[in-house]
């Protein structure tokens, strides 16, 4: 799956998706992360207050990574080093 994101309802949408993708209900997302269902389903619902920690934890249990491109150029074809701070 590759998405562009520019707001916050279509990360939820994204998210949700990706849960799908992985075969996991609400419910299995929540307890994989220790949070309640219900907090996955507002961030589903409205991402607007996702920390960036959150996101990348539900990336990892979705299976999904997180690029950053310019706009206007294409996804990368092979994937980037990772960056060392």
Known sequence: MQQTI?????MGQILAA???RAGLTQAEA??????????ISALETD???LTLNQ?????GAYELQLQV???GSS???TPAP???W
């Open 55 to 59: 996101l990348l934890t539900l990336f």
């Open 6 to 10: 520019a707001t916050p309802f279509q």
């Open 47 to 49: 991402s607007s207050a």
């Open 75 to 77: 996804a990368p074809t």
């Open 18 to 20: 990706g849960r799908r």
């Open 69 to 71: 491109l310019d706009k």
């Open 30 to 39: 929540a307890a994989r992360l220790g949070v309640s269902q219900s907090r």
């Open 82 to 84: 990772a960056l060392e």
